[in-house]
Antibody, heavy 121, light 108 residues
Framework: QVQLVQSGAEVKKPGASVKVSCKAS????????MHWVRQAPGQGLEWMGW????????NYAQKFQGRVTMTRDTSISTAYMELSRLRSDDTAVYYC??????????????WGQGTLVTVSS | DIQMTQSPSSLSASVGDRVTITCRAS??????LNWYQQKPGKAPKLLIY???SLQSGVPSRFSGSGSGTDFTLTISSLQPEDFATYYC??????????FGPGTKVDIK
């Protein structure tokens, strides 16, 4: 069965960086783009970008350009999202989500359990 | 960027009620519209994809309709486990995916 298992909660100081992992299992990791979505406390879902695990190609939301880096390690079927220069408003739950792209249909069918990142001095 | 809006932002309903949530895109997105349900502390769960296709395992009381800019999620008979927040999401541009702000459905 498909599973996306994320790394544990993090507490960081403003200005620091955080790297969240997302380990995939139950499917061919390189066959599906992996997206990252975050959710601040009590707020809605905010899309951050994606990585193509096959090529390593990435695309980031303009809001995060210059601060976010998405990478992958195909040998262990794991995607990573690193966010730098953290601010207090980066406090959020960060999710990875697998994108299905088939027959002109695109949707997130599996999500990780979420990783809470708290930014506080 | 394609902006998504939802209405209402919240609603109160009773078990057995028919509930309708509307999602509007700032430009035509054909049928590239998905609906997710999220419960507190949990990841979103896919309900409807491509505007009207029911995801496997999702109860048939959920249905979606619409195309272009206006879309609807309907719950035909609200059940206790349906109290949650619902998000629409456009996938017309996978280079810039956007979600609606959400509609919270709670108990009347």
């Amino acid at each position: 069965q498909v599973q996306l298992v994320q790394s544990g909660a993090e507490v960081k100081k403003p200005g620091a960086s955080v790297k969240v992992s997302c380990k995939a299992s139950g499917y061919t990791f390189t066959g599906y783009y992996m997206h990252w979505v975050r959710q601040a406390p009590g707020q809605g879902l905010e899309w951050m970008g994606w990585i193509n695990p096959n090529s390593g190609g990435t695309n980031y939301a303009q809001k995060f350009q210059g601060r976010v880096t998405m990478t992958r390690d195909t040998s262990i079927s794991t995607a990573y999202m690193e966010l730098s220069r953290l601010r207090s408003d980066d406090t959020a739950v960060y999710y990875c989500a697998r994108l299905i792209a088939v027959a002109d249909e695109y949707y997130f069918d599996y999500w990780g359990q979420g990783t809470l990142v708290t930014v506080s001095s | 960027d394609i902006q998504m809006t939802q209405s209402p932002s919240s609603l109160s309903a009773s078990v057995g009620d028919r509930v309708t949530i509307t999602c509007r895109a700032s430009q035509s997105i054909s049928s590239y519209l998905n609906w997710y349900q999220q419960k507190p502390g949990k990841a979103p769960k896919l309900l409807i994809y491509a505007a009207s296709s029911l995801q496997s395992g999702v109860p048939s009381r959920f249905s979606g309709s619409g195309s272009g800019t206006d879309f609807t999620l309907t719950i035909s008979s609200l059940q206790p486990e349906d109290f949650a927040t619902y998000y629409c999401q456009q996938s017309y541009s996978t280079l810039l995916i956007t979600f609606g702000p959400g509609t919270k459905v709670d108990i009347k």
